[in-house]
């Protein structure tokens, strides 16, 4: 075990340094969103609040309930019942959390925020999240820059946004404004069996040559090489081809996708990346795996009959209850897909994800932020790291705690990648229609012999009809 991040402080200050500087603070361009998200009912008559004071500088209703609903998903609910909801009630113990956890976030949500009756505290999170750029739009997230400029919990003398790592506020920013704390800190890469690696003798892949070659080995022991759910991750696998795609041609080649430029997703990068991965597809991935959900396909790695799994480092977490004893956690970067990438082997994607929001026109907003607010307390983040194997965007919240196998070895790769981290893509978050089509064109491309061209063309199609929509309310990054 070693000691968390000690040594790759700098390292994760300049990721989130690049998150604010690329441009995470989303602009409009023109028209209107066209997800589902209406207005609902005017504001409630009265929402509760109370008086502001030192003590409780958002002004609650220190005796109004708050309801929270968490996305029950990889990093499990227990953050939530066991440690963020505890230390509330500990400084507010006459407001009554009400407490709900689901895995269809806008199948359960997205009815209550358009009928004006929503949660006051959600996360939005999973398969099956909610479109928050039209959340914003539509007027239903609260404005979070009074949280973020109240004092924190428990950091005597520094506001909120004083105590997390540089661009964490930037990175759920809409229109100059903060809408949404993304609070947990994901490193993304192959995920494998170490104990399984060592017992065969099996190296690390650092090429494209070195990967299909240790692919061939590994599904000539009877074990399939590579895998990801089609049923619902695929979004794992548009992650991994995209951030192959960063590391052939830097971290623009995103950028113009996330900015809609034509021609975007037909650039050699992309291009290069879909092909490569399309042969993966095409020899090494079991094709049943299309039809399985996530938690499947990671069962049958727990169980060594899948070697490689695209995820992020929320995976030790959430299959903790099915790893067996000699099953060890480990992750390594994408392998390099050409002699002429222009960022290393060792780059990586990593960031600050998993969104956070008070609803404007929940029954208690203030009562939602008060309980990010707990949530961002150096106390709570400890604690759900150590419940979830995660960090969080809290600075320095698990500096000297010994952590798990799998989250030692995202540590480790995090060094390896020293100033090669990127951010990564946006527009799964900004375009709903632009990532459900990217995740059915991955899966043609991964489980049906699509080639690299069909894919880009796809694609590249789908982007263009969503730039050309009137409707759809753009943003960019820089």
Known sequence: MTEIFAKTEVDRRTLLRRAAAVGLMATPAVGLLSACVGGGDDEPTTQST?????DNPLGIDTKAGVEIVIFNGGLGTAYATDVDTPAFNKKWPDAKITYSATEQISTVIQPRINAGNPPDMINNSGSNLMDFGAIVKAGQ???LTDLFAAPSWDVAGKTVAETLVP????????????????????????????KLFEKNSWTIPTTWADFTALCD?????????FGYA???????????????????????ALKDIDNLKPGAWTAEPIKQAAQAWGEIGNKYINKTFLGLKHTEVQLQQDQDKVAFYP????????QAKDTPAGFEYAVCAFPSVTAADKLPA??????????????????????GKEYLRAMLSKEAALGFTKLTKSLTVVAGASDGQTISPGLTSANDMLTKAGQDVFVGYLFDTWYKKLDDESRGAVNDLMFKGGDAQKFCDRMEAASQAVAKDSSVTKFTRS
Do not use: H
Request: charged fraction near 15%.
């Open 50 to 54: 109370g008086t502001k004071s030192a």
């Open 141 to 143: 997230a609260a404005d």
């Open 167 to 194: 661009g964490a506020v930037e990175q759920g920013t809409y229109d100059g404004k903060p809408f949404a704390m993304n609070y947990s800190y994901t490193v993304f890469g192959l995920w494998y069996n170490k």
């Open 217 to 225: 080995k590994i599904k000539a022991a009877g074990i399939t090489p």
């Open 230 to 252: 089609g049923a619902n991750a695929s979004y794992y696998m548009v992650r991994a081809l995209l951030t192959s795609a960063a590391k052939i041609g830097t971290e623009q």
């Open 311 to 318: 995820c992020g480092s929320w995976l030790e977490n959430e």
């Open 346 to 367: 060792t780059a990586i994607n990593a960031a600050a994800g998993e969104i956070y929001f008070a609803a404007a026109k929940g029954k208690n907003p203030q009562g």
